[in-house]
């Protein structure tokens, strides 16, 4: 994106304010400390169910979900947890939803995978791939038909591009002109199938690009890049109140769950992929051009597991949802008629 | 007894759409062809140039995309009514209903509803064969989290919409094809319907049928036939598939100890077996008979006339079903 504002030799953090920059990192730091402890709370049987964990595309949801304005939507997948945790949803309620406690933020029922926030706009946490896109597309409609000005961000994987409701999806946002960021989050693999083993076209922004949307693609594992594309791709959706396919190419650095045993991919790709891991290559760049000192890492560091450590007290003490509860909340209690 | 109007099914069906269009900003109509076509069953003919292309809203043939849509919409403030042509293409748009509109509300600790109509036409008896004569009405009523509705009357036609476009959940409605030429009358100072209860259409003392959408006509057909024998049956026309009302059935077959069930699905899994079911756990000992049914022949539905009057419950195989009841056989 916008690559005639890079002045060569200029490393990019520096074109913005360092209170952000440093947001940023945190938020990346955030993401990975609270999935670090889930992992861990899994292995001790205190979150159960699938988990997907997101370490390695950090800079996607810090970068993206900080370019958002507070009346945005968000529509995302059943890898939400970072989500969820940038855009405000507390991390306490996010812990007690992973240990299926009431205090959890969809009051324990749905786990790792259906995290949702009415105050965040947080619509979820959709466990079927591509099952967000046609509601982001209803959401926008809404807007539009209501006449506000908000976007609604949509968050799926490249294999949701394999779905037809991507393609049924896109279109109508595009036929209607409707202000959704389409985000696909391109690590490369739906669960353990390769890109260019599910996709006839692996060019995806070529793919969208055929609906007649603006579509760009950006380094999803450089933070600074995510928050520049996404901005500038906010704005034109914005001004053009159409919608815009952005694409972040990033990769996951562990299993897709905790139950893959990842034979479809080598170990020494992984390892290559690690070296641009997006924490440690932000916070070098940012040390390098002097905004960030080790202490003040260590800082954010401490910060970020003390959060997870607060949340984790607070999923153990709080209190399970009775069955009669649950039960009775499928339907609303008094119908009218 | 006060004034009444003749109109038919179809116009009964727009009259609602109109009133809720013009009562409410926040309801608009959505689905393949309800514009500049005017309604596949011409439900929405006219109210493309009175409401305007935003509110009554062509789509693409999408009926994962648009039926998702209207979910979005529903969350996002506004009160869809989403016409799926026929039943047949819901299941190109079942994940967006099932795992989307139905789930929403509970999966989200009750956050977030989805007040979203989807209308859809059903059944079979137009000779238009196997892809375009389902009757899955009884599926969806499998499904926690939605409410299905199957007028079968005109006041049903005109009625129904309101209450559903009220309800804070998704609502499913079922509109028999064969019913929209139907003619009835309609009061004038008509009032509104209830989506709450079964009703009875028809009072006996020897026999209930259980029945909705389409097949209602076929078992008050069948019980004028079964009158002239001598047997009176009372004809319960279930309004609402899900949830079921218990207490209209089982308040019948306690006095009639005896039930038939008229379903146009096919009878393995269907709503009948699942009224059946609750007839038996509820009113088992009142019953003089075992529960009957007459469901559609479990056959992919054929073309010609004759193949498709065969597969679909007939009067005659109700009024076979029910003299089997009594111990009597047609002879």
């Avoid at chain 2, 079979?124 to 009523?141: D, K, P, T, V």
Wanted: with cysteine; glycine share 8%; net charge negative.
């Amino acid at each position: 994106m916008s690559s005639s504002k890079r002045a060569p030799g200029i490393d990019a953090v520096l074109r913005h304010p360092r209170e952000l920059m440093i947001a940023l990192l945190k938020n990346m730091v955030r993401i990975r400390r609270f999935e670090e402890r889930c992992a861990v709370l899994y292995g001790e049987t205190k979150i159960r169910g699938f988990l997907h964990l997101y370490i390695g595309e950090e800079a996607v949801a810090a970068g993206a979900i900080g370019a958002l304005s507070p009346e945005d939507a968000i529509v995302a997948t059943y890898r939400e947890h970072g989500h969820a945790l940038i855009r405000g949803v507390s991390p306490d309620a996010i812990m007690a939803e992973m240990f299926g406690k009431r205090a959890g933020c969809s009051r324990g029922r749905g786990g790792s995978m259906h995290l949702f926030d009415a105050a965040a706009r947080f619509y979820g946490g959709n466990a079927i791939v591509g099952g967000g896109l046609p509601i982001a597309v209803g959401l926008a409609l809404a807007d539009k038909l209501q006449k506000r000005d908000r976007v609604t961000a949509c968050f799926f994987g490249e294999g949701a591009m394999a779905e037809g409701a991507f393609h049924e999806a896109i279109n109508l946002a595009a036929l209607w002109q409707l202000p959704v960021l389409f985000c696909c989050e391109n690590n490369l693999y739906a669960m353990g199938t390769a890109l260019a083993r599910s996709e006839s076209q692996t060019e995806l922004t070529v793919k969208a690009a055929s609906y007649d949307v603006e579509t760009a693609s950006a380094d999803g594992m450089d933070v600074v890049a995510v928050h520049e594309a996404t901005v500038a791709a906010l704005e034109r959706v914005r001004s053009t109140q159409a919608p815009f396919f952005l694409e972040y190419k990033t990769y996951r650095f562990r299993a897709h769950s905790m139950f893959d045993p990842e034979l479809y991919r080598d170990k020494a790709e992984v390892e290559e992929w690690k070296k641009r891991g997006p924490i440690h290559n932000f916070s070098a760049r940012l040390k390098a051009q002097g905004l960030l000192t080790e202490e003040a890492f260590l800082d954010i560091d401490r910060e970020a597991h003390e959060e997870v450590e607060r949340a984790v007290a607070f999923a153990e003490a709080a209190e399970w949802e009775t069955p009669e509860e649950c039960f009775a909340d499928v339907c609303a209690p008094e119908t009218t008629g | 007894m006060s004034a009444s109007q003749k109109i038919t099914y179809r116009e009964a069906a727009r009259q609602a759409l109109h009133e809720a269009l013009t009562q409410d900003e926040r309801v608009f109509l959505m689905g393949e062809d309800v514009g500049r076509y005017g309604g596949t069953y011409a439900v929405s003919k006219g109210f493309y140039d009175e409401f305007g292309p935003d509110r009554i809203r062509d789509t693409p043939l999408s009926e994962l995309g648009f039926v998702g849509a209207g979910v979005g919409a529903a969350l996002g403030g506004m009160r869809p009514v989403v016409e799926v042509m026929t039943v047949n293409f819901s299941l190109l748009a079942l994940d967006q209903i099932v795992n989307a509109a139905a789930l929403m509300r509970h999966m989200s600790g009750g956050q977030f509803n989805v007040p979203l109509v989807i209308r859809m036409a059903t059944g079979a008896g137009r000779q238009l064969a196997a892809q375009h004569s389902h009757s899955l009405e009884g599926w969806y009523a499998h499904i926690a989290g939605i409410k299905v509705l199957a007028p079968a009357t005109i006041e049903d036609a005109r009625g129904m919409l309101r209450p559903a476009l009220e309800d804070p959940d998704p609502v499913l409605i079922f509109e028999h094809a064969l019913l929209y030429n139907m003619q009835g009358e309609l009061p004038v100072d008509f009032s509104g319907v209830d989506i709450r209860h079964a009703a009875v259409r028809r009072t006996g003392k020897d026999v209930t049928l259980i029945t909705y959408g389409g097949m209602l006509w076929k078992a008050l057909e069948a019980a004028e036939q079964l009158a002239k024998d001598g047997i009176e049956c009372e004809v319960i026309d279930l309004r609402v598939l899900r949830p079921l009302d218990d207490a209209t059935i089982m308040d019948s077959v306690r006095r009639t100890h005896r039930a038939v069930i008229v379903d146009e699905g096919w009878r393995t899994g269907s709503l009948s077996a699942e009224v059946t079911a609750r007839i038996v756990e509820q009113a088992f000992y009142d019953l003089d008979a075992p529960v009957a049914r007459v469901c559609s022949e479990e056959v992919p539905m054929p073309y010609p006339k004759h193949l498709e009057d065969a597969a679909l419950p007939q009067p005659e195989k109700i009024i076979r079903a029910v003299k089997g009841l009594f111990g009597k056989t047609d002879s």
